[in-house]
């Protein structure tokens, strides 16, 4: 299959989703720079795309040595239809609860600011493939970001959700909260051959595909 990269952008209503049952980050300190140390461990991973054991997840270290964020690659995360493809495999979900954990939370928080999204499709022309991804703490609601792909598409795929300032959602100081990941893929054969596979993918298994969750830190009060 041939791979070509590719850069998509979610659309302007899903760049304004916000939080349902959360409030708008209030105004405090300006953003400061992640900490030194920055503990990420998959504390558990549910749904029939990630089987426990199918999630990986590290943290990033930038140039400076800060901690600005953590990767997370999933394994054999793939939906499908046509051919011999079983009914179940056209719709695949995973649910990823992380620890993550700065040097000090007391005196730090974090808001997810920014994801990128990565992965491959091979659709059939007439095919169409959708991607469905959220974020949040633990307790908490956040509405998910979708975009999706028509057949034909032979290529590897990228799509950056940006969340604005003034929305960002920062953990409250002190508190130890999970983080959880919600994604789904799915793939509706329409109008392509039925006799003929289509898919989309986050597997980043043996290649270097992969999510990249982007912090923002500021000092707590």
Avoid at 59 to 83: C, L, M, R, S, W
Avoid at 120 to 133: D, E, P, R, T
Avoid at 182 to 193: K, M, N
Wanted: hydrophobic fraction near 35%.
């Amino acid at each position: 299959m041939r791979k070509r990269l590719v850069l998509s952008v979610v659309s302007a209503a899903a760049l304004a989703a916000t939080v349902a049952s959360v409030p708008p980050a209030a105004a405090g300190p300006r953003l400061v720079p992640g900490p030194w140390h920055l503990t990420i461990k998959v504390r558990e991973s549910s749904g029939p795309g990630c089987p426990k054991g199918a999630v990986r997840a590290y943290a990033d270290v930038d140039d400076d040595a800060y901690h600005e964020g953590f990767t997370v690659v999933y394994d054999n995360y793939i939906a499908q239809a046509g051919g011999s493809s079983r009914p179940e495999m056209a719709r695949q979900s995973c649910q990823v609860t992380l620890g993550v954990r700065g040097s000090d939370p007391y005196t730090y928080t974090y808001a997810i600011s920014s994801v990128d999204y990565e992965g491959s499709a091979y659709l059939q022309n007439g095919a169409k493939a959708f991607v469905s991804a959220a974020h949040n703490f633990q307790g908490y609601d956040r509405e998910p970001v979708s975009f999706s792909f028509n057949g034909p598409y032979d290529a590897n795929w990228k799509v950056t959700h940006q969340t604005p300032e003034e929305r960002l959602v920062f953990l409250p100081c002190g508190q130890e909260r999970y983080v959880v990941l919600t994604t789904e893929l799915r793939v509706a054969p329409l109008t392509s051959d039925p006799s003929k596979v289509s898919f989309i993918s986050m597997d980043g298994g043996d290649s270097s595909l992969r999510t990249d969750y982007h912090l923002s830190w500021k000092r707590c009060p």
